[in-house]
């Protein structure tokens, strides 16, 4: 049997690199909204649909936090703007292109 190969590259799955190109490339923005009862949410923009779901599991695990992934973006509980960077700069995104407002 031959190894499944990427739809993107075309290598075998296990050599494809395009999801780190893709995540190194991405800009990615965090801030933070206040809500009703002056709770503060963080908000993770410019994540991709396909692995959005994923990491914001990640996030609320690592965080102990609450959170969803709705409309392209990732909501979290809470003001967890620095340790959010910090989080994605290790799941592989590039620290130069991540804007913390």
Not at 12 to 25: F, G, M, N, S, V
Not at 43 to 62: A, M, W
Request: contains cysteine; hydrophobic residues 30%; aromatic residues 4%.
């Amino acid at each position: 049997m031959s190894p499944e190969n990427c739809p993107v590259c075309g290598l075998p799955t296990d050599l494809c690199t395009c999801k780190i190109i893709e995540r190194e490339e991405r800009k990615i923005r965090i801030y933070t909204i206040i809500r009703k009862f002056k709770k503060p949410i963080t908000i993770v923009e410019g994540v991709d649909e396909k692995s959005g779901k994923s990491i914001s599991k990640e996030l609320k695990r690592k965080l102990a936090c609450g959170g969803t992934f709705k409309e392209g973006k990732i909501e979290l509980q809470g003001n967890h703007k620095e340790r959010v960077k910090q989080l994605m700069i290790s799941l592989g995104f590039d620290e130069n292109l991540i804007e913390v407002s």
